[in-house]
């Protein structure tokens, strides 16, 4: 019991730096462009200041990955038409396109997908363990930073849109 407090200390002073850096709420998110894995351009400058946006950081080899897209499919459904944009970013850490293809199929994944092939975008979202959900207002402010589905209602989306 001793020593799993020990590790789990220390790993928890270990990584505390790294996530006091990371992106949080009320910053501002960077845009960024790209090719998805069916071919279309995916441009986050156009959608900064126009449209909120949800941004989902993955691996295929992430259980909890898994376990997230039926609930982010819904709000895709429900909120994608009302104008929200929805990013998907396999980070590419110990990660292949054809895995990450075969995980988009198996698990539906109905949004847009990017392969962050050298780590870039989780660099710059500074991305510490997935599934990592950013979610940002139309002005791109972060209003929400979490390590799975988040909290959604029509209010919420809402006042993403003010």
């Avoid at 998110?29 to 941004?55: C, E, H, N, R, Y």
């Avoid at 944009?85 to 396999?90: L, M, Q, R, S």
């Avoid at 075969?102 to 392969?115: D, G, H, N, R, S």
């Avoid at 660099?123 to 929400?144: D, E, F, H, L, M």
Wanted: hydrophobic letters at 40%.
């Amino acid at each position: 019991m001793h020593k799993r407090f020990l590790a789990f200390s220390l790993a928890f002073f270990l990584f505390l730096p790294l996530t006091a850096n990371a992106l949080g709420v009320g910053d501002t998110i960077t845009s960024f462009s790209g090719t998805d894995l069916d071919g279309k351009p995916v441009d986050l400058a156009k959608v900064i200041g126009k449209q909120p946006v949800m941004l989902i950081f993955w691996a295929s080899w992430c259980p909890n990955c898994k376990r997230e897209v039926p609930e982010i499919n819904k709000f895709y459904e429900k909120y994608g038409p009302q104008g929200m944009a929805f990013v998907g970013i396999n980070v590419g850490f110990n990660d292949s396109i054809g895995r990450a293809r075969a995980f988009i199929e198996i698990t539906k994944m109905a949004y847009p997908v990017l392969f962050d092939t050298k780590g870039t975008l989780s660099k710059q979202y500074k991305v510490q363990g997935v599934p990592t959900i950013i979610v940002a207002n139309k002005q791109g402010r972060v209003i929400s930073r979490s390590f799975g589905a988040p909290e959604l209602t029509d209010e919420q989306f809402k006042q993403l849109n003010q």
